[in-house]
T-cell receptor, first 115, second 114 residues
């Protein structure tokens, strides 16, 4: 079985400050890890993914995430937050060793960036 | 390139009425997903198609929900009869059939059952 935990329902940060949105995962084998963003009344948009290789993954809009196998984490980060980054963020995991292509999503974290 | 297209965006019906949602995936994407998203929750899989074949449908409430993907392209998700608890956003997504492929989501269809 695979699962994802996003321990924070909401993250508040001031514009210009660094942000971190946390994600931990559980899979039987090696993970494929994803971050998606959802703006109000919109579908989810892909931000970045970790498949293999470098633990630091860079994605859209200046976001990056660090894969930490020992801590089973894949936290989303950005050096300088923008008000326009305010949205819902979802972490997802898929077991790379399994035959299913179905990712499991976390509950989501609401990021609020204050001017 | 056009993204995943869903319709209708919004639907309000009374309980016990039927409703249908339509999805057109990105051209060339042979894998199609229907997800359910309740308010404040992450997406939960209802059904996944590989071309025309439903390969993961264990989470689909088959007593009232049905889905089809004729010709391996467009897909329709139907609920009959709808219940109050079906009020949610129904998301369609597609992906290429490859290792580690990300999903591309449509805007979603928001259903309100009165």
């Amino acid at each position: 079985a695979q699962s994802v935990a996003q321990p924070e329902d909401q993250v508040n940060v001031a514009e210009g400050n660094p942000l971190t949105v946390k994600c931990t995962y559980s899979v039987s084998g090696n993970p494929y890890l994803f971050w998606y963003v959802q703006y109000p009344n919109r579908g989810l948009q892909f931000l970045l993914k970790y498949i293999t290789g470098d633990n630091l993954v860079k994605g859209s809009y200046g976001f990056e995430a660090e894969f930490n196998k020992s801590q089973t984490s894949f936290h989303l980060k950005k050096p300088s937050a923008l008000v326009s980054d305010s949205a819902l963020y979802f972490c997802a995991v898929r077991d790379a060793s399994g035959g299913s292509y179905i990712p499991t999503f976390g509950r989501g974290t609401s990021l609020i960036v204050h001017p | 390139e056009a993204g995943v297209v869903q319709s209708p965006r919004y639907k309000i019906i009374e309980k016990k009425q039927p409703v249908a949602f339509w999805c057109n995936p990105i051209s060339g994407h042979n894998t199609l997903y229907w997800y359910l998203q309740n308010l404040g929750q992450g997406p939960e899989l209802l059904i996944r198609y590989e071309n025309e074949e439903a390969v993961d449908d264990s989470q689909l409430p088959k007593d009232r929900f049905s889905a089809e993907r004729l010709k391996g392209v467009d897909s329709t998700l139907k609920i009959q009869p709808a219940e109050l608890g079906d009020s949610a956003v129904y998301l369609c997504a597609s992906s290429l059939d490859q290792e580690g492929g990300e999903l591309f989501f449509g805007e979603g269809s928001r259903l309100t059952v009165l």
